[in-house]
């Protein structure tokens, strides 16, 4: 904070020190041209409005203050005193002095809205930048939290196919299971009359030599049978094998 203040101060300092150079160049050009009070007057407040425009307030006002000083004494009567007698000079002079300080303050009260204004520029931006960045992150995760939920209604489609499948398979090996049970059941009964057929006619067959061939005709029966039903077919067997036994 010193520092600033230090570098302002030799600024100021130096802006002084040019203004003064300025002025007395001015003044040693307009004397030695021999031009009257009013031309004058009118290139040191030139002169003064440009030092306002680039300079600051308090460099504007010291040049002001010089250049009343040596419209005094170089350019109105009587020359090289600082009195004067004209009425007219005086109220030139105080004109000269009001109207610089006057663009001065002006100039000055413009510079520092300008600089408010390209302060409140900066922060204006800085908070755009901050608002813009803080979107970019929203919209960022609005679009990660639509690809998950994109992700989980993928999942959620196919976990229901994979159900709708389930269940087509499920109604199918019900459907099977109804058409084997359907088809079973009068498989069973010709398989049953046919042994108690062979039980029937053992005796006469045993009498005649013809069980063998009956035997096999059942046999070749029931292997249609359990072809049909391979569920059932170990059952079977096993019923078949004991009734062979007690045929016999």
């Known amino acids: 904070m010193?520092?600033?203040?230090?570098?302002?101060?030799?600024?100021?300092?130096?802006?002084?020190?040019?203004?003064?150079?300025?002025?007395?160049?001015?003044?040693?050009?307009?004397?030695?041209?021999?031009?009257?009070?009013?031309?004058?007057?009118?290139?040191y407040?030139?002169?003064?409005?440009l030092l306002s425009i680039?300079?600051?307030?308090?460099?504007?006002?010291?040049?002001?203050?010089?250049?009343?000083?040596?419209?005094d004494y170089f350019f109105t009567t009587p020359r090289f005193s600082l009195?004067?007698?004209?009425?007219?000079n005086i109220v030139a002079l105080v004109a000269f002095l009001g109207t610089a300080l006057l663009i001065t303050r002006l100039i000055a009260q413009r510079k520092r809205a300008e600089e408010a204004l390209q302060k409140a520029l900066g922060e204006l931006e800085s908070k755009v930048q901050q608002r813009t960045a803080e979107l970019?992150?929203?919209?960022?995760?609005?679009?990660?939290?639509?690809?998950?939920?994109?992700?989980?209604e993928e999942a959620l489609q196919k976990a229901q196919a994979d159900l709708a499948h389930v269940g087509r398979v499920m109604t199918l090996g019900g459907l099977m299971d109804s058409i084997a049970h359907e088809v079973n059941q009068p498989l069973a009964a010709v398989i049953t009359n046919g042994q108690a057929g062979l039980r029937w006619l053992a005796?006469?067959?045993?009498?005649?030599?013809?069980?063998?061939?009956?035997?096999?005709?059942?046999?070749?029966?029931?292997?249609?049978?359990?072809?049909?039903?391979?569920?059932?077919?170990r059952t079977r067997q096993k019923n078949s094998a004991g009734d062979g036994v007690a045929g016999c």
């Open 136 to 152: 970019a992150r929203a919209n960022g995760e609005l679009r990660g939290e639509i690809a998950e939920r994109q992700r989980a």
């Open 83 to 88: 009195q004067v007698d004209d009425t007219v």
């Open 203 to 233: 005796p006469r067959d045993a009498a005649t030599g013809r069980g063998a061939n009956r035997r096999r005709a059942h046999h070749q029966g029931r292997q249609s049978g359990e072809r049909s039903d391979p569920a059932d077919s």
């Open 2 to 43: 010193n520092g600033n203040q230090t570098y302002r101060f030799w600024r100021s300092a130096a802006r002084c020190l040019l203004g003064g150079i300025g002025v007395g160049l001015l003044t040693f050009v307009c004397f030695r041209l021999e031009v009257n009070l009013t031309i004058a007057a009118l290139l």
């Open 54 to 71: 680039t300079g600051g307030f308090v460099p504007a006002v010291f040049v002001s203050i010089i250049a009343i000083l040596c419209l």
């Open 45 to 49: 407040l030139i002169a003064v409005v």
